[in-house]
């Protein structure tokens, strides 16, 4: 077992990437890109995380108790440009891969 493996849990492996190193240790890139701290990485985590949610969600109501059949049912129906973009592409395939994923 490496140094790196925790003991117990096979094929765990308690390692950060080598292009992020822990605050105040110096580290290595490894050619794959700038060095970024911990913080800086956890900053930008946060700043992409979504703060708010405006529409409802079916999977969420269904968690708390509240099932919504509103929600899923009847199920959106497709852009008309969205529509008749699948067609033409569907059309355009070749008729021997047409439908069928597997040829044996």
């Known amino acids: 077992m490496s140094e790196h493996q925790e003991s117990g849990a096979a094929g765990y492996t308690d390692t950060q990437p080598s292009n992020i190193v822990t605050d105040g240790e110096p ?32 999977g969420k109501q269904l968690f708390l108790g509240d099932f919504q059949l509103g929600l899923i049912s009847p199920h959106p129906r497709p852009a008309e440009e969205a529509s008749r973009r699948v067609l033409r592409d569907l059309a355009e395939r070749p ?4 439908g069928s994923q597997d040829s044996r």
């Not at 890139?29 to 946060?46: C, F, K, L």
């Open 27 to 58: 580290g290595t890139s490894g050619g794959r890109g700038a060095q970024v701290t911990e913080s800086e990485a956890r900053q930008v985590a946060e700043q992409a995380r979504e703060s708010e949610w405006a529409l409802p969600s079916f």
């Open 95 to 98: 008729a021997d891969r047409a």
